[in-house]
């Protein structure tokens, strides 16, 4: 009996020390001791993320690293931004070397399963295309049929672009690099008939080529690209924040609030308003955060409406429509769960 007794004792001590020490090491905890948000970045990809002539750091996805970090800090720059390839993105979140990736990353069941990650919301709903030279005088991806196509390793590219000329019975070439750099140079010197990504990506890298006049972006969308944020498994806090940080832009733009007015919103009476800004609540709490992390993301970067019109909307280079990243209210996928 007394033996028995002793295992028991030593079982809770053992859970109690496993409970303690996670409380320490928590993401949120290193993030705050470390006073930085390391977030994972695409290597430079225009209106997503992309660092300026002054290496300062914007686009949609940067925005959301910037929304945690005003969440977390008060102040949108306490971000290391990591420039990761499409190959080696899942390697630097897995050991640690990343908080969080927001880089124009698919979430797909296998990556969602075998990569010990958590996919959040979807910050970007997209879908793969083609890009081809308008003297080309292809008007339609069912065309390509013999094309020789360029695109980038480590990404869902590869297996869409086999499936959809295995599913129409077309014969292609599959030309691919380790960078976006060497796929969209191979591309412009006209080693391929075609360039094949993301739409944002085609949008995207265009404007890198000599002449993005010269080429087309055909109408076939041939896959579904939900692109969103995704951490380690094992940190539902951390896991938390990243979805909620998202779900507060969107909601801040359902509602109207936006980086200009949120000041005046703080004295709103609506109780939805004051339960994204934390005048009433304690939600932030609930998140390991203070009560205003709503009202310091909006008035740090913003609603997801200004992000998305300012990086890759009708405010930006790419000029990207709404479309299905429109709200829910508006025709769109974009809904929030209720602050409440
Ligand atoms: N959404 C796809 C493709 C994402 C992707 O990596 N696209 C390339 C081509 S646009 C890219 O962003 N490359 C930039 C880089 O490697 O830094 C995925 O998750 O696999």
Redesign the pocket.
């Known amino acids: 009996m007394k033996k028995l007794l002793m295992s028991v004792a030593v079982g809770a001590a053992v859970v109690l020390a496993a409970g303690a020490a996670s409380a320490q090491t928590t993401t949120l905890n290193q993030v705050k001791a470390r006073g930085t948000l390391q977030c994972g970045?695409?290597?430079?990809?225009a209106g997503?993320g992309l660092p300026d002539a002054q290496g300062v750091w914007a686009g949609l996805d940067v925005d959301l690293c910037r929304a945690m970090s005003a969440a977390i800090f008060n102040d949108p720059t306490k971000v290391k931004f990591v420039?990761?390839?499409?190959?080696d993105?899942f390697t630097a979140l897995q050991s640690g070397e990343v908080d969080v990736l927001v880089?124009?990353?698919?979430w797909?069941m296998s990556?969602d399963t075998s990569l010990g990650l958590e996919f959040g919301p979807v910050n970007y709903y997209?879908g793969?295309g083609f890009m081809v030279r308008k003297k080309l005088k292809i008007a339609s991806a069912m065309e390509l049929s013999g094309a020789s196509v360029c695109?980038?390793q480590?990404?869902?590219?590869e297996l869409n672009l086999a499936d959809f000329f295995r599913a129409n019975k077309l014969k292609y070439e599959v030309v691919t690099f380790?960078?976006?750099?060497e796929?969209?140079k191979a591309y412009d010197a006209g080693r391929c008939d075609a360039f094949t990504?993301?739409a944002?990506?085609?949008y995207?890298?265009r404007l890198r080529l000599t002449a993005p006049d010269d080429h087309i972006v055909l109408p076939e969308i041939i896959s579904k690209?939900p692109?969103g944020p995704a951490t380690r498994h094992g940190d539902n806090q951390w896991f938390d924040i990243v979805k909620w940080t998202h779900y507060a832009m969107l909601t801040a733009e359902e509602l109207g609030v936006t980086k200009a007015n949120v000041d005046e919103m703080m004295k709103s009476t609506n109780p939805d308003v004051k339960r994204l800004l934390g005048t009433e609540g304690k939600f932030g709490e609930a998140i390991g955060l203070p009560n205003d992390w709503g009202y310091r993301i909006i008035k740090h970067v913003g609603n997801y409406g200004e992000s998305f019109e300012r990086n890759v909307g009708m405010g930006s280079r790419l000029k990207v429509a709404r479309g299905v990243n429109a709200l829910w209210t508006k025709g769109g996928l974009q809904y929030a769960p209720p602050i409440r």
């Open positions: 970045s695409n290597t430079g990809l997503f420039p990761l390839s499409s190959k993105r880089r124009n990353t698919t797909t990556r997209d793969q695109t980038q480590g990404t869902t590219t380790a960078t976006s750099d796929t969209i990504t993301d944002s990506g085609l995207s890298e690209e692109l």
